[in-house]
């Protein structure tokens, strides 16, 4: 192991020799098994393979696998539990010095002295040439450079990226649009319409409401400011219960949230662009025939393998789907296809009902949402096509991200529909008289992105804590928005809010 010149070989080794001891005293494998290493992806191939080529994202056990390999360690760089039989570079090793020093297995640039010492081209020396290549731990063909066993107390960890559950974390923190409140017990909960508070409202349906009449003050008691010109919003208490726990209708735990909204390994990028291939597997292409030609108007989202959710306003009229088309990324292409392959041909399926919510009156948006039951179970393939979560749970359900994302095929800024999915980031802004009720939601981008004509029935969504990691939600269905698309329009988008019709939603599946 090469060091500074100015330091003695003797002072050298000594030095690293009480610092490494320091530095294995201090610093546990992150990993459960002892065979194991937390090291960058990058340096498992067999995890970095499965992601690379996609097959992380088509297979379930896979997927769970990786998720449960993450782990943490120095620096930011994404890690994973990886085998040392396995992993070919970071993985622990002895340095060929007079006194073998635990280290590990790197880039030149990432220990510090051989780092030094290489940058110093006119001062080289044998001596030090011959023991540095003695030291060389892995070559790379493809970088074309060795890789040398370096003391831990001199490993510098490259600063690119966080690991992947940590950033996830970071990025995806959410906050909430329900603003904050105590009931009347002194119990912490939230600002809520009645639909959203499961213990209350279940008691509203089953009439216990009328027979009770402690209950009855309690709820009177609860009543609290709702932003809404007509809202009936309480204070609901935040479930006590560790464990999120199923709304009281009986479907919801049947529907449950094992197999929907899952999220891709690595991050998205937001900001009003093109949505990656495959990242929106749940998007459903609303098919109609219009003067002989097959053509696309509104949006949903696959729910459940037979049901699409979307806007009442989307299968009303003389002018009904047709079918319901699921896989789809640009419509101009088929199958599609990005620098890392290609999906599955899209599939269209054709529609045995329409289930539109009764109250809906053609106008307003506070029931402006449907249900599309297809012929046949749809089949799921994980990135392709796969259904987003419902808000099932007392916690989703007490849950108005402040950020939601919106996806579609609809009209953009130059007046014309976009072949590729599109996605934005919208944020819950101020009630205008577009969405007085507190069924609906207004969203409006940081700089005037939005939602547009064509987008109708697609999903205002967000990704929030579920279980044991994060997944998709659907939180609002795209109602209403600028007939004209541009940034220059103010009028903010409509949303219509999945929870407050959840039990409707649920009364009207066949699960």
Known sequence: MMMDDKMGSVEFKVAVLVLSVLVLQTSANKCNQLSELCVPVRFCPHIQDAIESGAVYRNDTLYEHVWSRTCHGPGQEPRVC?????????????????????????????????????????????????????????????????????????VSEPQKQETPKKSEERTLRVKNAFPPCHDPNGAPGLCVPVRHCDHIHAAFLDSRITRDSKLADFVHASRCKSDASHGNSICCAKPSSKTDVFIRNRKAAKLGLSRCGKIPFTNRILQGSEAGLGQNPWMANLLYRKRNAIVSLCSGSLVHTRYVLTAAHCIQGSTKPIAVRLGEYDTDSNPDCDESGCAAPTRDYGIDKFIPNENFNGRDADFDIALVRLLQDAILSDGEIYPICLPLTENLLLLKPTKLTVTGWGMTEHQKPSNVLLEADLNIVRRTSFCESEATCCVRGKHAEGHCRGDSGGPMQAAVPVEKGYRYVLFAVISGGSGVCSVEMKQPGVGVMVGYHMNWILDQMDV
């Open 82 to 154: 990886c085998s040392l039989e396995n992993t070919s570079m970071g993985k622990r090793c002895l340095t060929a010095t007079q006194q073998p020093l635990e280290g590990r297995c790197v880039a030149p640039e990432q220990c510090t002295p051989i780092k030094r010492y290489l940058q110093q081209r006119s001062r080289r020396n044998a001596a030090y040439d011959r023991e540095l290549m003695e030291n060389v731990c892995y070559h790379s063909d493809d970088e074309g450079k060795d890789f040398y066993c370096c003391p831990d107390v001199y």
